[in-house]
């Protein structure tokens, strides 16, 4: 949790509210009771920021995979288990 604070803060990351919104619809969409779900999240600051919490980790995640290269390298078996010694 520590380095997703940093991710945020160095990025200056805010959760979207489109996300949230969706978020909470998806989630009180599974209740069955959509409408009363919703709003027990909108009266709640708890749930909501723990729903906007979410939202920012998953923005954070997206950030990362978005920034991250990816490379191969053929290692053998023995190099492999080597690896972390």
Known sequence: SLIFREIVKLNSLTPDEVKVKEKI?????????????????????????????SVLVDQAIDLIM?????SSKPVSVEELLT???
């Open 83 to 85: 690896a972390g010694v």
């Open 66 to 70: 978005h920034q991250a290269s990816k």
């Open 25 to 53: 619809e998806k989630i009180a969409i599974a209740y069955g009771n959509a409408e009363f779900v919703e709003s027990m999240y909108h009266e709640s600051n708890e749930l909501l920021q723990g729903i906007r919490n």
